[in-house]
């Protein structure tokens, strides 16, 4: 057995869990009748809930094989993953408060969403796909804007969205795809559309950050508390990117707030069992990354 692999059955049994142990039948839970009765936002319009119940992963509680920034699988000693670790160094101000709101595999459902509803061509699938994460952001942010705050030390005067690495796909939109949903969420507060634009002489990849990549098109954010939201996190380049601009700019961000956290199940062993345990735990609104997790989670 690996090093990884024992990380990951410590998890297991810290968690009261194991990773060869099947779901139990009937297992994905998604507290529908609570969150209807609670929301005006409906759950069953196009099929929501249906699909939010199959398609969403739980965040794993903190331990050991969790990274403490991003919740994703982490298999370094430090207690984070290597992109954070790296993406956290390549900028001066980083977040460390990362707030997922759901898994997400490369082949899965959800990360189909995340990918479509941004294409340019309108139809009835964009609209599906976009009321899903209107629906999936607003309950989450109904249930945890609070575990936020408090764990950011504050709520947020606004919010705003990472810049899209692929405009050309919005077609004629001039907002970016979350911008125009994120700005029908009843929880999020005051959304900023445009604040941050993508400064085009700055390369940015995968795994090279830079707090130039982006440029803030508003001067008067000195002060301000800042909500950082995006749709996918795959190794934080772009959102630590992100964040630092706005910090440089005076601004102080309090979290990113990201729909799915990108994990690859066929990256190697150890990530491959942090999926398939997580995978295996329903998906439920009555808990979040924070309210799940010991209090230290934004320690670096
Ligand atoms: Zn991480
Ligand atoms: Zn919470």
Known sequence: MTPSEQRYLMTASTLGGSFDRPPAAGSKDLDTAMISQSSPRSLHVHGA????????TPIPPLGPGTCRICHGSASTRSGACTSCLQSCA???HPCRLIVPISLTEPSGRLHRVLIEYKRSHRGPDRERFSHYLLTLLDHFLEGHHHCISRAAGGSWDLACVVPSTS?????VDTLHPLEALAGRAEHIGRLEPGLLERNPQVPLAHNHGSPRAYRVANPTLAGKRVLLLDDTFTTGARIQSAASTLSVAGAQVLACLVI??????FFDASTRRFW???SARPFSFSACSICHSPSDSREA
Do not use: S
């Open 260 to 265: 799915g956290r990108v994990i690859n199940p």
């Open 49 to 56: 809930d249906r699909f939010l119940r199959h398609a969403c």
């Open 90 to 92: 390549q900028v001066p």
């Open 276 to 278: 398939t345990y997580a």
């Open 167 to 171: 405009p050309e796909l919005h077609g």
